[in-house]
């Protein structure tokens, strides 16, 4: 299956080294390029794209607004959105993550972790840092101004105590084989778990519920490996 790809970044320079990466391997192929958001947005409709690689500082509707459109939409519920960005450590980055975005980048990433990397958005898998995660969750949550107006989830009693544990065990990074070994049990068990606290929480993907875990207090900063 060829993975479809967007790039949305008003450096056209940018977006022409992008473009030129991802079609030059066999499972990816690059169906537009945009200048801002709306842009991305329209083109992510029109061309059915699986992953928009989403710079998030662009003029007009910036890639923030767009991500929150894109996984908004119904339509596009099968679209990934993969947030490039020259600062890892971005309050955006943070932003983006909880408007559903699948993961980040910074710009400077090897290029081979490129590709894997929306390969991996595309197969639903998130692509976080926990060390990087952490750290920009804990500059935003210190301020007490942006606490209150996070929406921090309420929904985390409708989890299973078991749903919990493996909900803080993903907060950390551990995959679902890492999980699964840790608690004795199948991937297959820790998938099932994992998406059944998506449905429950209403959230889009795996990295907003790392974000989740945060939020709530359930994963506290600081408790998890690196």
Do not use: C
């Not at 008003?10 to 022409?16: N, S």
């Not at 066999?26 to 699986?50: F, I, K, M, Y």
């Amino acid at each position: 299956m060829t993975v479809r790809v967007l790039i949305a970044d008003d450096q056209a320079l940018i977006r022409a080294g992008f473009r030129v990466l991802v079609d030059s391997a066999e499972d990816l192929v690059v169906v537009g390029e945009a200048a801002n958001g709306e842009e991305a947005v329209a083109l992510a409709r029109s061309q059915r794209a699986d992953v928009v690689l989403m710079d998030i500082r662009m003029p007009g509707l910036d890639g923030l607004e767009a991500t929150r459109r894109i996984s908004a939409d119904e339509d596009l519920a099968g679209v990934k959105v993969l947030v490039l960005t020259t600062f890892e450590l971005d309050e955006y980055v943070y932003l983006a993550l909880r408007a559903g975005a699948s993961g980040f980048l910074g710009k400077g990433v090897d290029p081979d972790d490129l590709l894997d990397a929306i390969r991996l958005v595309a197969a639903g898998e998130a692509l976080l840092s926990p060390t990087a995660t952490r750290s920009l969750i804990s500059s935003f949550l210190s301020q007490p101004s942006r606490v209150a107006s996070a929406g921090i989830p309420t929904q985390l009693g409708q989890l299973t105590d078991r749903e919990r544990e493996i909900v803080a065990l993903v907060a950390e990074g551990l995959t679902n084989d890492e999980i699964a070994e840790r608690l004795v049990i199948s991937p297959l068990t820790v998938k099932t778990h994992v998406n059944r606290s998506m449905t429950k929480l209403e959230l889009r993907d795996r990295a907003q519920l790392v974000v989740a875990a945060y939020q709530s207090g359930l994963v506290r900063i600081g408790t998890g490996g690196d």
